[in-house]
Each structure stands twice: as structure tokens, then as C-alpha cells.
T-cell receptor, first 113, second 114 residues
Framework: DAKTTQPPSMDCAEGRAANLPCNHS???????VYWYRQIHSQGPQYIIH???NNETNEMASLIITEDRKSSTLILPHATLRDTAVYYC??????????????FGQGTELSVKP | ETGVTQSPTHLIKTRGQQVTLRCSSQ?????VSWYQQALGQGPQFIFQ???????GRGNFPPRFSGLQFPNYSSELNVNALELDDSALYLC?????????????FGPGTRLTVT
């Protein structure tokens, strides 16, 4: 699985968009980009994943560059409850096979009033 | 839909003892993964179980072992506890029979070894 690089911390004002970057320059063709977040003292929570097209769900949007070497997770209107550590994970998504998630250090996002 | 549950929430053990942690999968999921999260670090993969068999293991010694039951619930057993085993232990369930591969995590068990 490809390695990811994320800034260790970011701040965001409440109500503004939070843009969390992730570099994955060694990503290969069959690898997806997954985002999870972990609110203090809780288990990680799945947010979104994508291969090469931009994706949006009720929680966030995922923008993947055309060369797929980097991506940005966007929380459109951050709230105080979005304060958490955000993990960008790259892995292959193979039907009918299990696998591990390799977590890095993640980005600690602080949403401030 | 019932989420992933883990028990106990907190546990204190003495070095050298043995511990068993339990996990109930989310409804409809047949795969369980266990992770160890030391303070200030990201979770590290311990192993995964599918259809009651270990299916992939991380860099953990044999004193970390597990079980998966026919109802897909799971146990993590750690023998000969060491101080460095103090961590948050996370269980995640997923469905290996679908394209969707998102893992859903439980709240974790906080283990303290003294």
C-alpha cells in the first residue's frame, strides 16, 4: 500500500470550509484513497473514499488530482464537532478479499469558534 | 442496524497476566479486524478474522491471538502482558463479500498494564 503524507495539524474557523490535504505520490492504479477520522477517545469513523473521480457524500467531498498523486478532503461547513484527527489511507480495494488499514499520524483538525 | 460494540470499556491488568477483549460485529458483517492504538499514535493492525480463521496478521508476537465465532463476534487474547501493551484496542467489522470495503470501528477497550 502506498505511503501518505499529511500535515500534523490544522485550524479552521467554525462555519468555514476545512480543506485537508494528503500527498500519495506513489499511489498505484488499483489503489483507492480512503479518509477516516477519529474524535478523541472514540474509534475511527469512515468518511469517504474515491479512485480518481471527485466524490461527495453527506459528510464531505473528496477531490483527487488528475495525476492521483494528491487529494483534498473538504468539510464544507466545519462545526466544533468536526474537531478530530483525520487519516488519509491508500489501499487496494479488491473484491472478496480482506486487508488491513495502515494508519499514519493523520492531521489533527481543530475547529475554533 | 446495530453498530460495533466492544467490552469491557476499560481494563487494568498487571504485567504477566492474561486478558481477553470482546467485540460484536455490525449486523451483516462477516470480517473482524483488531487494531492497537498507543497514545498519540495511529492504530496499528494486529490481525483479521474471516469465517473463523485468521486472515492476515500485522507485526505482533504470537502472544496476541484471537478467535471469531459463528455469529462473527470475536475475541482478542493477550498473554504475558507487558507494560507496552497499554493501549486502546479497537475492533472493526466489514463485509468481505461486497465491493464496499469500509471498516466500521467500535469505541475501543482501554487497557492499562501496571
Amino acid at each position: 500500500d502506498a505511503k501518505t503524507t499529511q500535515p500534523p495539524s490544522m485550524d479552521c474557523a467554525e462555519g468555514r470550509a476545512a480543506n485537508l490535504p494528503c500527498n500519495h505520490s506513489t499511489i498505484s492504479g488499483n489503489e483507492y484513497v480512503y479518509w477516516y477520522r477519529q474524535i478523541h477517545s472514540q474509534g475511527p469513523q469512515y468518511i469517504i473514499h474515491g479512485l480518481k473521480n471527485n466524490e461527495t457524500n453527506e459528510m464531505a467531498s473528496l477531490i483527487i488530482t488528475e495525476d492521483r498523486k494528491s487529494s483534498t478532503l473538504i468539510l464544507p461547513h466545519a462545526t466544533l464537532r468536526d474537531t478530530a484527527v483525520y487519516y488519509c489511507i491508500v489501499r487496494a480495494r479488491i473484491y472478496n478479499q480482506g486487508g488491513k488499514l495502515i494508519f499514519g499520524q493523520g492531521t489533527e483538525l481543530s475547529v475554533k469558534p | 442496524e446495530t453498530g460495533v460494540t466492544q467490552s469491557p470499556t476499560h481494563l487494568i491488568k498487571t504485567r504477566g497476566q492474561q486478558v481477553t477483549l470482546r467485540c460484536s460485529s455490525q449486523s451483516g458483517h462477516n470480517t473482524v479486524s483488531w487494531y492497537q492504538q498507543a497514545l498519540g499514535q495511529g492504530p496499528q493492525f494486529i490481525f483479521q478474522y474471516y469465517r473463523e480463521e485468521e486472515n492476515g496478521r500485522g507485526n505482533f508476537p504470537p502472544r496476541f491471538s484471537g478467535l471469531q465465532f459463528p455469529n462473527y463476534s470475536s475475541e482478542l487474547n493477550v498473554n504475558a502482558l507487558e507494560l507496552d501493551d497499554s493501549a486502546l484496542y479497537l475492533c472493526a467489522s466489514s463485509s468481505r463479500d461486497r465491493w464496499a470495503y469500509e471498516q466500521y470501528f467500535g469505541p475501543g477497550t482501554r487497557l492499562t498494564v501496571t
